[in-house]
Every structure is written in C-alpha cells, then in structure tokens.
C-alpha cells in the first residue's frame, strides 16, 4: 500500500467515528493554542523590547552615575544627587567624552524645586512627577507620542511632558491639542535661603512615552531657574560675616552622563574605561541581555505548561487508537488473510494516528492567528491611549507555527505506536472469528 493510500485510508477510518475524533482532534488543539500563543507573547515581547531599546539607541548607551552599584533601570531614574560620590562635574564630562568610542557625552540631571504645574485651569501637584534636564544633542531620544522632542532652541521657551502628565493636564488621547499649550511651574516655598522663587512659564513642544510622570526641559533652560543658595559664615560684632552664592547644580554636581557609543562592538571597552574614574557605570545592552533572560525563563515556564497541555492530548490519542484497534480487529484479520503484512499494519495505524496530530495542529495555529489578531486589537488601543506609536506587537512567527504542526503531527504518530504495533501483532486467524 503507497503512503497517499495509506493517508486517504487514515482519513476514511477517521470519519467513521466523527465524535471521538472530534474530541481527541480538539484535545490536540487545547495544547496547540497554548504552546503557540505563550511561546508568541514571550517571543514578541522579546522582539518589542530589542526594537525599542534598537530605536532610541539605548543598545549603545552607557549611563555613568556618581556611585557604583546601581544597575541600567536604577541610572535611568536619575535622582536629583545629594552630592555623595564622584561629583560629575563639566570636566568629569570631557573626560568620559574623550574615552575612545564615545561620540558624545550628555549631562543630566532631575531636580524638585517645582511644587505644582498649571495648564488652563487643570493645577497638578509634582510630588510625584520627575523634572528631568539635558543637553539635546541627539544622545537622549524618547518615543515621541505627539510633537517632537526637545532641541536646542527651545532653552527657555519649551517643555516635553510624558503621557502620564498630559493625562493628568485633561489631554488624555489628544496629545496633539497640549502641543503649543502654556505651562506655569510654581517653585516650591520650602527651600530655604534659595532665590529665584518666581514661577517660569514654558511651552509645551513634545508629548512622550516613558515610565511614569516626568517632565524634561534643556539644561541650560534649567540653570535659569535651578535656585542658587546663599551661605555665610564668619562674621561678629564688629565684622560683617562673608557670603557667598552657589547654584545647587553647580554645587551637587549632574545626576548622571549619558554616553553615546559609536558601535555596540565598543561598548565594553568604553564601560571598563568609564569604571576607571571610579563612577558608576551601566551599559543598555546588559539590561537587554537581562530581560532577554528574564523572558526566556518565562518562555520555558509557559512552554512547559503547554507540554503539559500535548501530553494529555497524546492520551486522547492513545485512547481512540486502541478504541479503533478493537473496532476493527476483523477488518484487520481480513487484511492479513489478504497478505498485508504487519509492517503495513502498523503504518496504516501510525499514519492514522499522525493525521488527528496534523489537524489538531494545523487547527490549532489557526486559532492561535485569530487570538493573537484580538490580543491586538485590546492592545492597540490600550498603546494609543498611552501614546505609544507602535501597533500589532504580538505575532504568531512562522517557524514557529510550523514547528508546533510538526510536534502535534510527530506526537500524534509516536501516540499511535503503541495501538499500531497491537493491530498488527493480532493473530488473524483469531481476528477473522471476532464479531
């Protein structure tokens, strides 16, 4: 008997009970749908965060902190400093700008000297909101919901807010109208002995995406209002005492020095160059490499689940082959007394078997296309609500499509050996007799 017969005889024989084979066929879908849609989240989520990290250039980046030991997320949070560690001073900047491989090095820093934003007549409170400010010379780039991102020319005049603060401001899904807007910063009343307490109005340019509340201006926008603290010593009864005035970021020193790498070939190199001035350093691709891990343990979490899911389902297969040995053990002695050979029987009886694996897979990608096209479309407006450009972030790859089909087709047919070599061990003068 050639294969295709064996194949069309598998089909016929599988028509006879359509219920059972319904069922098993459905089992076999269960565990399908399940490998493939948690091993496509984790492998689309993998993929979303290499080509983020890819767009705004983070692969390439170094952040050096003033203290050691914070990893890539803790430098990205730049916390106004304290002025512990390693002052990040402007010479501290030109010697990292000059390590071989670095094209350019930003200063940053974030600071809390604002106590509340207007807009119209929307006030919000900035406890809980980060101001953050740099030097925009393409080194820092951020996913831009509306508008664009700072630029040199907007010292003194413009602001970038992230989605979280546009929300908060009543411009939730229409970033577009807070572009152009005007913005008053009220200086907080508890600072001390600072000056420059009068609140700056500023124009908002850009709308971005980022992790939480934050609002970023240029850094030379910054030294206009960063207060200056006044402090004197000395003095008695016939002496005056001397004081002098220092701006807080000039004393504290930048938060944190963004580098800029020209290839992610010489990011090692410029790390351990940067670790020799005793500052802390934190290159983007580990934390790529981080969270690639993290999703491939997940991965293997979920793909064990699914395992789980197709071995039940090759019982259902076991189950319906013996059911269909028992079914047809006259059929069989009729074909041995005819001079099928076992080999014959047991191929027909895999085939068989590999046919519910095939369609139970086939079925299965199937469904597992139409889920992932509706976790789309929950999350593409989930993404535009939060100003997020990117869309259809989940894909069933096809490799892995036609990987989970050959697994279903393989576990069907190593399922069916056990019933396939029962049939046709059957003595057939003994199969002849059944009724």
Request: proline share 3%.
């Amino acid at each position: 008997m050639k294969l295709h017969d064996q194949f069309r005889t598998g089909w016929r024989n599988l028509s006879r009970q359509k219920l059972r084979s319904g069922l098993t066929i459905f089992a076999i879908v269960v565990g399908a749908v399940s490998v493939t849609v948690m091993l496509s989240l984790v492998t689309s989520a993998k993929s979303f965060l290499t080509s983020s990290f890819q767009k705004t250039g983070e692969d390439r980046r170094v952040i050096v902190t003033p203290t050691p030991g914070l990893d890539y997320r803790e430098s990205t949070w730049a916390n106004w400093t304290d002025g512990s560690g390693v002052k990040l001073t402007d010479e501290m900047v030109t010697r990292l700008a000059a390590i071989p491989g670095v094209r350019h090095a930003t200063p940053l820093t974030s600071f809390g000297y604002f106590d509340s934003v207007e807009a119209g007549t929307t006030v919000l409170t900035l406890k809980n909101t980060n101001m953050v400010a740099y030097e925009p010379n393409g080194t820092i780039t951020r996913d831009v919901a509306a508008g664009r991102q700072l630029e040199p020319g907007d010292d003194g005049i413009g602001i970038v807010i992230s989605t979280d603060v546009a929300n908060n401001l009543g411009f939730r899904g229409a970033y577009d109208s807070a572009l152009g807007s005007p913005i008053t910063l009220t200086p907080r009343k508890d600072m001390g002995n600072q000056t420059n307490k009068a609140p700056v109005t500023l124009t908002v340019v850009g709308v971005i995406t980022t992790d939480g509340a934050q609002m970023e201006v240029t850094l030379n926008s910054a030294r206009t209002f960063i207060p200056t603290f006044e402090q004197c010593t000395g003095g008695g009864q016939n002496t005056q005492p001397t004081c002098t005035s220092q701006n807080d970021l000039d004393r504290n020193g930048y938060a944190s020095v963004y580098l800029d790498v020209d290839s992610t070939k010489h990011v090692d190199a410029v790390v351990i160059a940067a670790q020799k001035l005793s500052v802390g350093v934190a290159a983007g691709k580990d934390e790529i490499a981080n969270q690639e891990q993290t999703f491939t343990v997940i991965g293997a979490v979920l793909g064990g689940i699914g395992a789980i899911a197709l071995f039940v389902a090759a019982i259902g297969v076991i189950n319906t082959m013996v059911m269909a040995t028992l079914e047809r053990t006259r059929e069989i002695g009729i074909m041995r007394a005819i001079g099928a050979t076992k080999r014959t029987i047991r191929r027909l009886f895999t085939v068989e078997a590999g046919v519910l694996g095939f369609l139970g897979g086939v079925l299965g990608v199937a469904v597992s296309f139409g889920v992932a096209a509706l976790l789309n479309s929950i999350l593409n407006r989930q993404l535009a609500e939060n100003g997020v450009t990117a869309r259809d972030v989940i894909s069933v790859p096809a490799g892995l499509a036609l990987l989970v089909i050959a697994v279903t087709t393989g576990i069907g047919m190593l399922a069916g050996r056990l019933p396939a070599r029962r049939a046709a061990n059957l003595d057939p003068v003994e199969a002849l007799r059944h009724e």
